[in-house]
Nanobody
Framework: QLQASGGGLVQPGGSLGLSCATS????????MGWYRQGPGKQRELVAA???????NYADSVKGRFTISGSTSANTVYLQMNSLKPEDTAVYYC?????????WGQGTLVTVSS
């Protein structure tokens, strides 16, 4: 139901933007965010934005990534700057209501020279 796009191959130090939107409207979304899962690693939270517009970031991406979007419109974006090889992962968008957790299909970001 969530569709993410924008992944690809980028060189270290480069930038990439991810987008996520729903195919069907989800009502009551409280938080939307981006998670990632690198090779051999567990899925981790990258950034999230609340219905009140507050953004939270993982320490590893603070100052480099910016999340934006609207929980009411079910859209979330992630602008990634100064990318590092360790940012290589499959990135998943997420939407949470009080009853359910929704996931996108994931989009691969590869940071390599």
């Amino acid at each position: 139901q969530l569709q993410a796009s924008g992944g690809g191959l980028v060189q270290p130090g480069g930038s990439l933007g991810l987008s996520c939107a729903t195919s069907r409207r989800i009502f009551g979304v409280n938080v939307m965010g981006w998670y990632r899962q690198g090779p051999g690693k567990q899925r981790e939270l990258v950034a999230a934005i609340t219905s009140g517009g507050r953004a939270n970031y993982a320490d590893s991406v603070k100052g480099r990534f910016t999340i934006s979007g609207s929980t009411s419109a079910n859209t979330v974006y992630l602008q990634m700057n100064s990318l590092k090889p360790e940012d290589t992962a499959v990135y998943y968008c997420n939407a949470m209501t009080s009853l359910q957790n929704y996931w996108g299909q994931g989009t691969l970001v590869t940071v390599s020279s």
